[in-house]
């Protein structure tokens, strides 16, 4: 850590800020500028961490040198980035792991036909919501437990490995007992009771970046998670709130690669919520793939006229195979592979 | 709502938008202009907004015409907006309320003499945190219930209301069990579990702005707590995430006269989180004030330089007693009294 | 347009804001629900943008039904988008227009070798600044008129059109004279003078959208070109600013196929200025050319280590013949050519 | 400057970053931490801005000790800020500086008329612009030179002195031959040319902040008008654009306080345009001078319904006569004096 003093501070505040940093069993090395006079601080950053430095007479500012998070931080795992098992496909690995899904579980039928049809056109797993976060609380918030007992059996029906939202600490054991990835929402990316929750199961966690959160907050986010003993954390980037109105959110293409330099964990990008748009969905994803991502997160739906939720930016079965298909020589331009198993089929 | 469709748009699709709708029960109004054609839908507005009516062919954009929330609308409380009781004070009334104390107890003795100074010099509550959402998993994250119960102890020999954090549904009960007034932080303003969960019980609830939240997503916040049963929601405005980087966050001021427009909900401001600096608390507290608050919550610390969170913003006894001292005439420019119990005093 | 009423209008307000809109020539539609009324507005909607709408007693929102902007809206053209001649490329063509060149004209040496690196690797024109808009009044702004001197001269000697930067209304003439393309930087996309001015002369401009400004904002900004005379207008796409500081802006992917739905104009990204790292030029080109964009421009510059400007984020030509090499299978997947006259070579 | 280099730089790369530093006249200072190496540069800082120091192998990041900014820092001026002339008012003094006037002028009557109200409440100075900068080219634009004449007739009648916006390089005389402050407008906060142009006139210049400017920005865009050596400059706060849709801009409320710590010059704010709506005048004013404005630019119009422009945030003469009648308790409490000479009137 460096510390940055006030023009003009005095002998009498240099020493007490020395003194305050070496109790702490860091060293100090002074070098006096004609305009400032910089501390640095060499020894455990993280305890100096806690000290609130601004308030010590005399510090004018303070830059860190270290990264906030270790477990998820590239550093953290020699060679290439970590893998983490989704079904048949390793996310982070060379195949591109598209997970498929309406926004909620509406029913058996319609999640049993969204099931078959996206794993025919290459979906590696199926999302689909028990439990919606929902802005309003007069809107439909998902069909609960039945919604994960149906997830649960198309996932039988199938061979899919099932993703869902999990928004309560006291729902994390339930949920986690149904799905094969537990996924935090956007809204909860800083829910941190649930983060230490979701650490200490066993199951995969996709965490979704929140509208405010930068890439540190994201990482640091995942630091929760894995700090309590789950390593198998994987990122998604969904679009951060900003001024523009055209799409839903700003989806912020350039975290991928960004993410993808900073942590060892996979990357996915979720292009349905990033711009809202039916119509966007397919070059969002193409570029995702383009700049690097590990995967997708794409809501699909048997008639999105009809969606209990997030309709305007769901794809119907035609337009989901079309995105599949396009998506291919994107996926071999970026070196990854795109449904390799298609053959290998689960009788469903 | 109003529908206004795609230019080309087709008899067909017409009568399969306003189908649609009419369906719903609602009635519709065709109005056909030069370029575009509208539709106007009138009736329950509510069961529209199920529907993801931008999906629909020919439909190009929908405007609302009602406002999402009902409970928290000022129309729905006529006269005067509500007052919620905090010890011997109306938030909402005419009296400044004022919540001060640490960004963490960090112990009995601290807490007793920061909740006897307070109150000296003019606070009605004392906030305190006992479960605190840190940013990394390796930041002190507070006592706990034994801060709960400091928390209790000091209320007794102040007599001063308790303000506190709650994170996690499964501490409700638990902080509700100590604390007058329940706060939910800005990380959590869309923890909708959380806010139902607050929503079942009796203590009033501090209901902090998100940092990417709107005005509107914060009434809607507030609305799911009110539908639940629990009326006594006080706002609060602590600053919003923009690209501004001189500040901890953007104080978004005229966010509170807004609020006062559109919600009978009291409205309070907090300085210490939107400066994130000492020396912005009192220039922050005048303009809240000046603009309507009506009350403030400011972290203050016996030692600032060694407070476990938060050090950089929070204000010494004798920063405190100043900020409250510049304060009158300022709120006695608004039309607000400050400290007028301060001779009946509880012995402490 | 769509006005609707506050709650509680009288009949007398109603009145008069239908007087006020049928005095422009428009007709009005009543339409009342249940707790507001709806003024449907037919006609020249132009006229009522002039009209401080909110301003008439009664008045809740108003909502517009046409875009603002006409020349540059895509149903201005029929068919294809337009195309603008550069040199052996038409930008919004099938073949990739990528611009390339330094950020600043720092000599002709650097210029030349620069010139025929960037065509050898395929580069369809040459782009560098001889007057440098810069934060700081005490940086480097340029050569000035010796600058756009060296520019002519190597576009004699490698055949490539020239782009660079005006910045004041009373150099438009002067820099049109040498210069093949006229770019409109970020910092003016809202100075209408120079917008103004640059919409009289006959030589493309490419308008980079402003750090702050909304697609809507960008479109209007090419309008205002456009009214002048000037039908040729390229659109870039170079970040805006947001809260997240792990890259120099935000880059705003989703505006691609944004804009090519809205416009028929051509749609150019910076991924340079984008990201501000050199590292993400090249994830950031192909996600660009993967969500549709018609070309790119890029800092290239022989030794970035000592760029008078923007070195962080420049290529050298090593990395730039990699990005073209790499861009080669991400254009052949969006249905786009690269560099297909390398061998038509022009006699440097 | 510090320079942090990455985990494992070679001792050849710390060598040849040095070696780069030193060659410009800079000591080096290398601190090797368990970590991270940081090294530490003294002496001209400026010299290293020049030199794009991520290009180097083996930097990571780099942290400036010093501000970018030098004649308009608080530092530069002993004692108290700087106080501008305008009129019987100094900018930066004791009395609060009220400008107020039309958005445009729209003829003389209307303007005279405003002139002569807007002066018996207590304004210092009159506003109205003759070039009128609109996101729209076909919206009105301005009066031009015939408004500019109505504005110094105005003047000669009321004594008030005039501000108004200058947009183009080639008219900077022309107003200035007309105008007794020049306003550089948001959309031109980084219009170099203009400001460099604004810097060789005699005339104060009222710069307002661009709405995704930095307070950092606005103090450099202040230093190009200064460094070419016109020291009146009056800072002014117009608020920001963020992803609130309830007010125009956000009113970035704390950039006042900062300014004042940060610089020496004069800050106003412009409470019609940060909110944009009239309701929201008077608590944004009453804000603004709490928390230490040094006046206000308020737009008033006689009839605002038939405003050219800015219709919806105008206040008539009877809300500004309230606004000014309120503002008094609040100057008085910021240690402000409004309107002192009011008696000693000019005969109009």
């Known amino acids: ?62 830059h860190t040198v270290l990264k906030p998070y270790k477990l998820a931080s590239r550093e953290f795992v020699a060679g290439q980035g970590s893998r983490i098992r989704l079904g048949s496909c390793d996310v982070g690995g060379e195949e591109l792991a598209v997970i498929a899904g309406p926004c909620s579980v509406e029913g058996l039928d319609m999640l049993r036909e969204t099931g078959h049809r996206v794993r025919s056109a290459g979906a590696k797993a199926l999302r689909g919501g028990a ?14 437990e039945e919604g994960l007992e149906i997830l649960a059996r198309v ?26 990835v537990l996924q935090v929402g956007a809204r909860n990316m800083q829910n941190f009771a649930l983060l230490s929750e979701v650490g200490r ?17 994201l990482l640091l986010a995942a630091e929760y998670v894995m700090s309590q003993g789950n390593p198998n954390v994987i990122l998604c980037e969904r679009g951060i709130r900003t001024f523009e109105t055209a799409t839903r ?17 996979p990357v996915v990008a979720d292009p349905s919520h990033a711009g809202g748009r039916r119509d966007l969905v397919a070059p969002l994803s193409y570029a995702a793939v383009a700049a690097g991502a590990d995967g997708l997160l794409v809501e699909v739906h048997p008639d999105p006229e009809t ?4 309709g305007d930016q769901s794809l119907d079965f035609g337009e989901f195979e079309g995105l599949m298909s396009g998506l291919k020589a994107f ?15 689960v009788s469903g």
């Open 1 to 62: 850590m460096i510390i940055i003093t006030r023009k003009g501070v005095t002998d009498e505040e240099l020493d007490h800020i020395r003194e305050r940093v070496e109790t702490l069993g860091l060293r100090t090395h002074v070098s006096r500028g004609e305009h400032r006079t910089v501390i640095g601080c060499v020894g455990d950053e993280e305890r100096l961490r806690t000290i609130p430095l601004l308030s010590i007479p005399g510090v004018e500012a303070v």
């Open 131 to 144: 439990f919606k976060p929902r802005t309003s609380p007069y809107s439909f918030r998902g069909m609960g």
């Open 155 to 180: 996932r039988e029906e199938t061979g899919l490995p099932v993703v869902t939202e999990v928004m309560d600490t006291r729902q994390v054991d339930l949920v986690a007992s149904y799905a094969d």
């Open 201 to 217: 199961i066993r199951r995969p966690v996709l965490l979704k970046r929140g509208m405010s959160a930068t890439v540190k907050d």
């Open 249 to 265: 959110n700003t989806f912020d293409l350039a975290a991928i690669p960004v993410l993808k330099q900073e942590t060892h964990l």
């Open 307 to 310: 969606a209990t939720s997030d």
């Open 331 to 345: 996926a071999a331009a970026a070196g990854r592979t795109l449904n390799p198993l298609a053959a290998a089929s």
